[in-house]
């Protein structure tokens, strides 16, 4: 059967891997990488007949793991990371670059094998380490964002790393090819950025419109896998193509629909990667020089956490950031196999080097998940016996925070609530982890601070055990969702209310516990249909009962079986029967010039009045002698028999006397 058989193996081996690493509550790539171990060519028994096939269809599940990442990938959001991923990455890169060519000095290298070294350990794993903040659900944080970023740039730098590598040993020859590898690079972006932008969703349009999922799969698959290979040919990374392909398709209309779509896909490729990772694994080799292999793989996860975590704190990131950078990021990542093996292939390192390089970077890549797992209780470890950070924050009243509300993103959402809680005197405080937006609040003199609203210690400053509700603005659904699982999990009844783009996203949100979930466009279009009907000179009671009555029909659904909302339920069912309404009293109304009492408004129809607007002012509950007059705005409550009756009684013409 050929290649069929080895997928078959790997497919029955990785699920028996999945089983074992789900039992021992642990992610199901390290299983993954056992399994590769097992059905490799060096442990004998049964085995893959062509490993280096299936290596080659581990590729594309590199490549449509970066796909998603892309589809997910939003510029806005890295924004905040910018500086660290632009100027940070090139300087950590050289860095661990020094590192790596001292060690392999030390192990008695010559220096051109040394430098290979050091070009091999200065890259990361952007796929283990995506599945890794994916299984701990930490997607969304700066933590991660900062990580991502590098993790761009240090891609990126792949393809210069392997052209100038080999050039080491003719260095003038070796600047013109780089030269032109970067213009090749920008010329694709630009490219990418002006013609992808306007033909591709135009296309998926077209394909949507024909209303088939499998063409509308066939069609994403192709267009991701088939930019990545264009890329390939142009002579850059076919997974960089393939990450490009998902930013650009992620600002059409069809992103979320063409991430759904193409996740199984991804994660059944990816199960292909990490198995060929574990099939290079020689047993034989590993037991013969473990003591070499696990001192590099120590040198390395030390030396280049070290280098990553200074870099995090260096350009101004603090709290858990700093740590989780370093045991998330130390291990040796999949794009160093292809500069390993380029180096063996033009004789620059030995096979002996070569097989050590290699059991070390999957030691690596199977360690991170359990190191990067640490970050939570080292950090809780350092607070309770070091000391702790020092958060930013400005205009923070000087006696203790109480009974007030946390408001998470200083945005132009977040910035209108402020304004409102401010003229009606509610205390609040601002969490936002955007530079410019702070300053923003700074300027509008907001109570705020600079942080990460998903840390324990930005939430401890903002008074959060002792706040009445959080309200979440940021537009980020997978930052919003990270927070509202870490609050619920040591607040479980503080009031969250949360902004949603999508039904989807709500019910997401609502079955993570939170109390009100908030559509912008629907209230946006709200407000719109609001003001066309009052331009057409719609009453304002009728008006209010229907855009309650859509509110209810959208928001109330989502809600209905949780036992939570037992109570809410009971009330809108008594607002049902029990209605406030408002009614205008036109100059020729019955009720205009006489008193409640001469009406016998409550005897007559069940309705009671319960207030009343005039001339701007509100009069709360009137006396029986109040007398009603022209153009007063009254409040009435009854069920719906009660109401009818009301208008027919009360609401008609007042006969003009003859």
């Not at 940021?474 to 927070?483: E, R």
């Not at 057409?536 to 009728?542: A, E, N, Q, R």
Request: aromatic share 8%.
């Amino acid at each position: 059967m050929g290649i069929a058989a080895d997928i078959i193996i790997i497919i029955v081996a990785g699920l028996l891997g999945a089983l074992v690493a789900h039992r021992l509550k642990q992610p199901l790539m390290l299983g993954y990488i056992l399994a590769g171990v097992l059905v490799g060519p060096f442990t004998g028994g049964v085995s893959v007949g062509d490993a280096h096939d299936i290596e080659k269809l581990a590729e594309i599940g590199v490549a449509l793991l970066l796909f998603a990442l892309g589809l997910e990938f939003s510029l806005k959001e890295l924004r905040p990371v910018r500086m660290i991923a632009l100027v940070g990455t090139p300087i950590q890169i050289l860095l661990t670059l020094g590192f790596g060519f001292l060690i392999g000095r030390w192990f008695g290298w010559d220096w051109i094998p040394s430098l290979w070294l050091g070009g091999v350990v200065s890259f990361s794993s952007t796929m283990v380490i995506l599945k890794t903040l994916m299984n701990q659900g930490v997607m969304g944080t700066l933590s991660s964002r900062v990580m991502i970023g590098i993790l761009i740039v240090q891609d990126l730098a792949v393809v210069p790393m392997m052209i100038m590598l080999p050039q080491l040993s003719n260095p003038a020859s070796g600047l013109p090819t780089l030269g032109f590898a970067a213009i090749k690079s920008a010329v694709f972006l630009a490219v990418m950025l002006l013609l992808g932008t306007k033909l591709l969703p135009k296309l998926l349009a077209i394909i949507a419109r024909w209303d088939s999922r499998e063409l509308f799969l066939l069609s994403i698959t192709a267009i991701g896998l088939g930019i990545g290979y264009a890329t390939y040919l142009a002579g850059l990374s076919f997974a960089f193509g393939a990450f490009v392909a998902g930013i650009v398709l992620s600002e059409s209309d069809y992103g979320h629909q063409a991430l759904s779509d193409i996740i199984p896909l991804r994660d059944l490729f990816g199960l292909l990667f990490f198995t060929s990772v574990g099939m290079l694994l020689n047993p034989v080799f590993f037991m013969a020089n473990w003591l070499e292999v696990l001192t590099l793989v120590l040198l390395v996860a030390l030396g280049k956490g070290f280098i990553m975590g200074v870099l995090a704190r260096s350009f101004g990131y603090g709290n858990v950031i700093p740590l989780a950078t370093g045991l998330g990021m130390f291990q040796i990542g999949e794009f160093s196999f292809l500069l390993a093996q380029e180096g063996y292939g033009i004789g620059a390192l030995s096979l002996d080097q070569y097989s050590l390089i290699l059991a070390a970077t999957i030691i690596s890549m199977f360690m991170t998940p359990v190191v990067s797992g640490l970050t939570a209780p080292l950090y809780a470890l350092r607070q309770r016996f070091g000391s702790n950070d020092t958060l930013e924050a400005i205009n923070l009243p000087v006696e203790e925070l109480k009974d007030h509300i946390v408001v998470v993103g200083g945005g132009r959402v977040g910035q209108h609530v402020a304004r409102v809680l401010r003229q009606i005197e509610v205390p609040f405080v601002i969490v936002e982890v955007n530079h410019r937006r702070f300053e923003e609040c700074k300027r509008e003199r907001f109570p705020a601070i600079f942080g990460d609203a998903s840390q324990n210690i930005v939430l401890e400053a903002a008074r959060i055990h002792n706040a009445q509700q959080l309200l979440i603005t940021a537009p980020a659904v997978i930052s919003a969702q990270t927070i509202v699982r870490h609050v619920r999990q040591f607040h479980p009844d503080l009031n969250i209310v949360v902004r949603a783009d999508g039904e989807d996203q709500m019910r997401s949100l609502y079955d993570d516990g939170v109390y009100m979930v908030i559509l912008p466009e629907l209230e946006a279009g709200l407000e719109i249909a609001r003001q066309a009907l009052l331009h057409l000179k719609m009453p304002i009671p009728v008006i209010q009962r229907y855009t309650d009555a859509i509110r209810r029909e959208l928001y109330h659904p989502l809600s209905e079986g949780r036992d939570d909302h037992q109570e809410i339920r009971q009330l809108r069912r008594a607002g049902d029967l029990l209605e406030l309404s408002w009614e205008r009293l036109s100059s020729d109304n019955s009720m205009v010039g006489k008193s409640l009492r001469e009406l016998e408004i409550r005897q007559r129809t069940g309705v009671s009045i319960v207030g009343v607007i005039r001339q701007g002012e509100f009069l709360p509950n009137p006396e029986a002698d109040f007398r009603f007059a022209e153009g007063d705005l009254i409040a009435t409550i009854g069920n719906t028999a009660q109401r009818q009756a009301f208008n027919a009684a009360m609401m008609k013409k007042s006969i003009p006397a003859a």
